[in-house]
């Protein structure tokens, strides 16, 4: 099976381990593919999931990364002096690994990683496995 999974930057910065094309993953994903994202990422399969207590709805999802690209965003205030932020621009671009400290490009921040595998399994998770509760 091939399939896209999200990777939210923030989640690689706090405690993600840094891969590269070629590198075997294994990760909890949820299937949650709602993106809030300023430009068209194409399709997304899974999230990866880290942080979520409700360790019923992740899955262990193991595979090949054949490919990545870093999804960077550019943010403005929705309106002058609110603290709350809108996407208003955004670009891919391929890489080859990735560690969470990525720099901008083009006065945008990486906002997370686009991951495409090859030879994926997913099954659900059970609760020892999910060692963030």
Not at 29 to 43: F, H, M, P, R, S
Not at 68 to 97: Q, W
Not at 113 to 125: G, M, N
């Amino acid at each position: 099976m091939e399939c896209a999974v999200f990777y939210e930057q923030w989640q690689m910065e706090c405690c993600g381990t840094p891969f590269a094309v070629g590198d075997t993953i294994r990760w909890l994903v949820d299937t949650t593919t709602d993106l809030n994202t300023a430009i068209d990422v194409g399709k997304i399969d899974y999230c990866y999931e880290a942080h979520s207590d409700e360790w019923e709805k992740l899955y262990v999802f193991t595979g090949r990364v054949h490919g990545i690209k870093i999804l960077y965003e550019r943010f403005e205030r929705e309106k002058e002096g609110s603290p709350m932020m809108k996407r208003v621009d955004g670009m891919l671009m391929d890489t080859e690994a990735v560690d969470g400290a990525e720099d901008d490009v083009n006065e945008m921040q990486a906002s997370g990683y686009i991951v495409h595998l090859a030879d994926a399994e997913i099954r659900p998770a059970k609760k020892d496995e999910v060692s963030f509760q």
